[in-house]
């Protein structure tokens, strides 16, 4: 099947029972599939090659549910695609390189392996910046820059120092490293200049109040941590600097919980309304966007409502949207007030990327604590005997089985064989 074999071009792994973002499962004419972009996965039903129905489903019990959708993108599961090129420069690379052969062995048969990444200035043709990829009119915007810088230098350090200890253990006798000269990592003053080298505007949203912006200072000079006395300043900065080229520093404060105290909040926006700011009322769903617009309605307050917001709201009304934001502000120099539904309510929403999927199976079995002839157990065939590990090709993709010995169906003949994939029980 060419999807299948796709979603294997993607890094998705393709298992029995689909339990974990990055795995895909065929039936018949029916595909499993759990993108990483996905809350939940998703069951494709064909008719042929015709797609019949695209549901969400549980992991829990693996039944469908009643949500239809049109279309689903399965992402791509890893920075590093396993193309046949990739592959063929893996195999390569494991005979040049037998300290490695492990991971390059497997890479070399479609398997995914954790830290496949670092190897990718080895395995493909040049390496690029996401900032090269984006769209000319693109805003680049940075959430707490101080962090992003910190942790950038970080791992350029450690690419660093792992390749010098590797060139120190080849002076040493050992073997000369695979050059990784072309590191995905580069320091974030380098990725700002390639940005605004493009034309690209580059923003920080930074919970540390700056100064002016000084073109003669180096990139950490321009910002100082400052924190305020009577709480933290949320600091919208244009860092784009140079000859002909606008910086603006917009300074906004971290807006008011209300605490369920609804007329307060309702106040509080129609005085904004009145005064002809610009505002911005956010909630996470649907739902609750709708029932905001019915409070807010029944208040008698000029209201929009909009499923995203795709331009800069009006002044004169308030704008009821969709989106993920924890907390709201109020930006005075441009006349500009955010709410949220939590600010409103005092409840914290849950963010979506920290949501656990129920798992399924938990007392999997270690393969490595087996010997052969142990029982082991199966939740569908029951007790059988352990014989070994073994490896199998299956669309494309090489992955570990687990062989499990039973009595054989007949009598006189040998044992029968079942194969589990490794991580399934």
């Known amino acids: 099947m060419n999807l299948a074999s796709a979603l294997v071009g993607a890094a998705y792994t393709r298992v029995d029972l689909v339990e974990r973002r990055g795995e895909f499962a065929v039936r018949g004419g029916i595909v499993d599939v759990f993108p990483p972009t996905e809350e939940h996965p998703v069951r494709i039903d064909f008719f042929g090659d015709t797609v019949e129905e695209i549901r969400y489903f549980s992991v829990a019990d ?101 390749l010098h200890a590797s060139w120190a253990a080849a002076a040493g006798g050992g073997k000369a490293p695979i050059d990784l000269g072309a590191s995905a990592y580069q320091p974030l003053a380098e990725v700002r200049s390639a940005a605004l080298g493009r034309g690209l505007a580059w923003w920080t949203l930074s919970p540390f109040s700056a100064g002016p912006v000084d073109d003669s200072a180096t990139d950490a000079d321009r910002f100082s941590p400052i924190r305020t006395e009577e709480g933290e300043i949320i600091d919208l900065s244009n860092r784009v600097t140079g000859p002909g080229v606008e910086s603006r520093t917009v300074a906004g404060q971290v807006g008011e919980t209300y605490r369920g105290d609804t007329e307060a909040a309702v106040n509080e926006i129609t005085k904004r309304v009145r005064d002809s700011w610009r505002v911005v009322v956010m909630a996470e769903g649907r739902g609750t966007a709708d029932r905001i617009v019915e409070v807010l309605g029944e208040h008698a307050v000029p209201i929009q409502s909009l499923p995203a917001l795709a331009a800069a709201p009006p002044t004169g009304l308030a704008t009821v949207v969709t ?27 849950t963010d979506r990327a920290s949501r656990k999927m129920p798992a399924r199976r938990k007392n999997q079995i270690n393969p490595l604590e087996l010997s052969f002839g142990d029982a082991v157990v199966h939740g569908q065939h029951g ?10 090709t299956v669309a494309g993709a090489t992955r570990e089985y687990l062989v499990i010995e039973y009595a054989p169906s007949r009598r006189g003949q040998p044992g029968d064989l079942l194969y589990v994939p490794d991580g399934l029980s």
Do not use: N, W
Request: aromatic residues 4%; charged residues 25%; proline residues 4%.
């Open 62 to 162: 693996q039944r469908s549910s009643d949500f239809a959708v049109d279309e689903i993108t399965a992402s791509p599961c890893r920075e590093l695609l396993l193309t046949d090129e990739v592959r063929a420069r893996a195999a390569a690379l494991a005979e040049q390189h037998p300290e490695l052969i492990e991971m390059l062995d497997k890479i070399a048969q479609g398997h995914p392996v954790d830290g496949m990444e670092a190897l990718s200035p080895a395995l493909v043709d040049g390496m690029e910046l996401l900032i090269d990829l984006l769209p000319a009119d693109t805003h680049v915007l940075v959430c707490d820059p101080e962090l992003v810088r910190g942790r950038a230098i970080e791992l350029v350090k450690t690419s660093e120092e792992f």
């Open 383 to 392: 007790v059988g005997r352990y014989v070994e590990m073994t490896q199998r």
């Open 323 to 349: 989106g993920q934001l924890s907390h709201g502000f109020v930006a005075d120099e441009i006349r500009l007030a955010v709410f949220t539904a939590a600010d409103l309510s005092g409840q914290r929403a």
